[in-house]
């Protein structure tokens, strides 16, 4: 056990300290701010406060952990050892020359995001807005590389304080926005698209349309024999994301009704991790996002615990409560849109942290580093494995993890396939 003083404890110093010590490294804390009983403790202690209290390791605080609400401010980004840091500390006593928990708590609260912000043309914040995007850190866990270097001080202090050692891990995420592409979908849109590829002369788009419709070829989005063929000789379960949602602008898939969707997420859910995909109007809407979540529920038998939101529509704090109220214990959406790299600046997942309300939520967020289509070039036919390495190498290092999203069309995509099965070789 460790203990903490801290001259005021407050939900924000406690939702840190127990994410890095606790939820990272395995070493329980317990908080004071009693002088006397931090004194008088024999075993592994730390002081985060404006001053050094006698022989603890002491890291001194800045302001952030016990402010209240979202302020303005500037924040300096320096280099610490090759590694970007910022709320630096200029002081001879404390044992790490930054507020490595100030900073933690500034990217996994997402408090840039609550900030006045310019958004892209699908309302959600860019990469280009953020710290890690200014600076360019974003393909650098470096909340990871911050513990990591926080655990050798904390074990360099206490050498029998036992640190969980965390290995790296690979988690395949596969997103289904149309379960098909010609097959069932209704005479209407069958016609439809018959009408579109002739009125601008797509031949071999008509020719394959025609094919998969007579039975003479496969629909090249339905890609789930192969997925659970794959999965039957792998360990870690894939995890799938079906849409629900009504047809519309914003959702192409067929009817959820349909007896051969249905079968299909019932055959995926007995090989792999089922989830729903919330489609952008469920995202905006909380009745949609209850209406979508008890028609999958209803298909699959079981209580939904995750989800991924399309196209990284991120709407914070919103979308996260309506979460929260439908009792959904998951999310896999902490990314950006075709951008590789960490939105919060780790790949560990992490517990919810509502700045508004101040309080640590139950919502779990797993970061997704990247979308298979971010890594892989088709005008050349090339894919990114220097890139690919690079990313992995450094997750070895510190013990991260891997998630990585595709969508069941891109399985139709040999580059994709070979990305794949490469991760699961590699992983």
């Given at each position: 056990m460790?203990?903490?003083?801290?001259h005021k404890i407050t939900p924000r110093v406690s939702y840190t300290f127990k994410h890095i010590c606790t939820r990272i490294l395995g070493v329980p804390v317990q908080f004071t701010s009693k002088l006397e009983a931090f004194i008088a403790h024999e075993g592994p202690k730390l002081s985060y406060t404006n001053k050094k209290l006698g022989n603890e390791l002491h890291i001194r605080s800045t302001d952030l952990l016990f402010d209240q609400g979202v302020l303005s401010m500037d924040v300096s980004v320096q280099d610490w050892d090759g590694v970007p840091?910022?709320?630096?500390?200029?002081e001879a006593t404390t044992e790490i020359p930054y507020d490595i928990f100030a900073a933690t708590f500034y990217l996994l609260s997402r408090y840039e995001e609550y900030l006045p912000h310019v958004k892209d043309e699908l309302g959600r914040f860019p990469a280009s807005e953020s710290l890690g995007g200014i600076h360019g850190f974003l393909q650098q866990p470096v909340i990871d590389v911050w513990i990591h270097r926080f655990a050798a001080v904390l074990v360099n202090k206490f050498p029998l304080i036992e640190i969980k050692n965390n290995a790296y891990s690979t988690h395949m995420m596969i997103t289904v926005p149309q379960a098909f592409?010609?097959?069932?979908?209704?005479?209407?849109?069958?016609?439809?698209?018959?009408m579109r590829d002739i009125s601008k002369l797509r031949l071999r788009e008509i020719l394959k349309r025609t094919q998969v419709l007579v039975g003479a070829r496969k629909d090249p989005y339905d890609t789930f024999g192969w997925l659970t063929n794959v999965q039957k000789n792998e360990k870690c379960l894939f995890q799938v994301f079906f849409q629900v949602g009504d047809y519309g602008k914003d959702g192409k898939n067929i009817k959820h009704s349909k007896r051969s969707f249905q079968s299909t997420i019932k055959m995926v859910g007995d090989y792999c991790k089922v989830g729903l995909l919330v489609s952008p109007q469920a995202a905006r809407d909380k009745v949609s996002l209850g209406l979508e979540r008890k028609r999958l529920e209803e298909i699959e038998h079981r209580p939904l615990r995750s989800i991924h939101i399309s196209n990284f529509k991120l709407n914070l704090p919103h979308v996260y409560r309506d979460a929260l109220d439908q009792e959904i214990q998951q999310d896999f959406t902490m990314g950006y849109d075709g951008i590789i790299g960490f939105r919060a600046g780790t790949s560990q997942s992490f517990l919810y942290y509502d700045l508004d309300y101040e309080i640590q939520t139950p919502l779990v967020i797993n970061p997704v580093c990247m979308q298979s289509d971010a890594i892989i070039n088709y005008k050349n036919h090339t894919i990114d494995f220097v890139l690919l390495k690079e990313l992995q190498d450094r997750l070895k290092s510190i013990g991260g993890v891997f998630r990585i999203s595709f969508s069941n069309a891109s399985f139709d995509d040999i580059y994709s396939k070979k990305?794949?099965?490469?991760?699961?070789?590699n992983g």
């Open positions: 460790l203990l903490v003083y801290t840091c910022f709320f630096q500390i200029r592409k010609y097959r069932k979908l209704g005479v209407l849109r069958m016609l439809g698209g018959y990305l794949f099965r490469h991760l699961l070789a």
